[in-house]
Nanobody, 123 residues
Framework: QVQLVESGGGLVQAGGSLRLSCVGS????????MGWFRQAPGKEREFVAA????????SYADSVKGRFTISRDNAKNTVYLQMNSLKPEDTAVYYC????????????????WGQGTQVTVSS
């Protein structure tokens, strides 16, 4: 079993950047495919990005493609989400998650979740 802790959220102006980190403990993250999801107030959780265990495969939601980059450093047991050109509609709690079986875009495909970090983008 793995525990996940996100950090790096905060308040930023539109057009700014943030880098989120997700650190794993209890088990090496290299055993898992990793994903980032987000949930805005009053909305359902949505997929943001995912990366395979090796880092060779990545996928993104259309709404963040070209602005966000997911990466991982298995030696540091950490997954990152670099967010550039942020928009007010990116405001949400961002969660990282670990999947044992496949790189997916659906929440049910992930086995472990962090507690989330708040990202607020002001206009």
């Amino acid at each position: 079993q793995v525990q996940l802790v996100e950090s790096g959220g905060g308040l930023v102006q539109a057009g700014g950047s943030l880098r989120l980190s997700c650190v794993g403990s209890g088990r090496t993250l290299s055993s898992y495919h990793m994903g980032w999801f987000r949930q805005a107030p009053g909305k359902e959780r949505e997929f943001v990005a995912a990366i395979s265990w090796s880092g060779a495969t990545t996928s993104y939601a259309d709404s963040v493609k070209g602005r966000f980059t997911i990466s991982r450093d298995n030696a540091k047991n950490t997954v990152y989400l670099q967010m550039n050109s942020l928009k007010p509609e990116d405001t949400a709690v961002y969660y990282c998650a670990a999947a044992e079986r496949r790189v997916g875009a659906r929440g049910y495909e992930y086995n472990y979740w962090g507690q989330g970090t708040q990202v607020t983008v002001s206009s």
